[in-house]
Structures are given as structure tokens and as C-alpha cells.
């Protein structure tokens, strides 16, 4: 699968880390940036990577920032972005099966690293179900984004 990673100063260690972490699981990843650890600014980041799923360059997401609150709130400006900000395992795999999140964001300040490969672990290997309530939730979601949202 093709994966866009991307965050902040204060996430780019770990984004580096799951990055290897995405490729020694055979997955093709799309990196953009922060590219050093200088201060940067998370919407950035969150804008980057959910262009490129929006536009197809890749079919999931992952972001960092320092607690994840931030990119998650800036990721989810984006129409069609449904980013989840997850702390367990439980939630990165249960917000693709249920949800259809389409960019997982961690905290790099607040989650550890073996934690956080467990949950992009559970993120990657998570299906949407296709469960009828779960499509009709997702469909009244789209519907309030619709109603709230213009481009």
C-alpha cells in the first residue's frame, strides 16, 4: 500500500521511525516532511499528507505532531480527510473497520515508540467492513460535511 507520512518538529523522529517501520512491512511510503527538527508548523504537515490522499498518491495517511491534537484538528478541516487521533491498538484498527479513517495521527510527546508501531501496525492491517451501519453512519458524516463544509 502506498502511505503518506508527514509531521511536524516535534513528531519527526517517530515519523522517521514508522516510516521504516511502513517500508519493512512492505509498504511504499511518501514522505513529506518535516524534514529536520527545526521548528515547523503542524498544518502544514496535515496539509501535505491529506493532499495526498485526497489527490491519490496514497491511499492512507499517517501524521505526528508533539500531543497529535493539532494535526488531528488541522487534518480534519480537509473535506473527504477522516483522520482519527488514537492512543491503543483497540481504536487504530477500529477506526478503519468502523470509521474508514483514511490518516491515523499520533502524539510523539505522549505515545512511546513500541506503542506506536503497534497501533500503525493495527492501523495497516485494518479493513473497513462495509457493514451497513457503518456505511450509513459514514453516509450521514459525508452528509454533515456537506452541509457545514465549503471548498
Known amino acids: 500500500m502506498r502511505v503518506v507520512i508527514g509531521s511536524d518538529h516535534a513528531g519527526f523522529e517517530l515519523k522517521n521511525t514508522m516510516g521504516a517501520l511502513l517500508t519493512s512491512m512492505g509498504h511504499d511510503v511518501l514522505d513529506v516532511g518535516a524534514y529536520n527538527d527545526s521548528p515547523s508548523d503542524y498544518p502544514d504537515f496535515a496539509e501535505a499528507v491529506g493532499r495526498a490522499v485526497l489527490d491519490g498518491r496514497a491511499e492512507r495517511g499517517i501524521l505526528i505532531c508533539g500531543s497529535g491534537v493539532g494535526a488531528s484538528v488541522a487534518a480534519n478541516k480537509m473535506r473527504g480527510i477522516r483522520a482519527g487521533m488514537v492512543a491503543d491498538t483497540y481504536s487504530a484498527h477500529q477506526g478503519v473497520e468502523h470509521d474508514n479513517i483514511n490518516v491515523l495521527v499520533l502524539g510523539s510527546r505522549v505515545t512511546g515508540e513500541k506503542v506506536a508501531e503497534e497501533m500503525v501496525r493495527a492501523y495497516m492491517g485494518a479493513k473497513f ?15 454533515l460535511e456537506d452541509k457545514m463544509c465549503t471548498r
Open 129 to 143: 467492513t462495509n457493514e451497513e451501519r457503518h456505511v450509513r453512519r459514514l453516509a450521514k458524516v459525508q452528509a
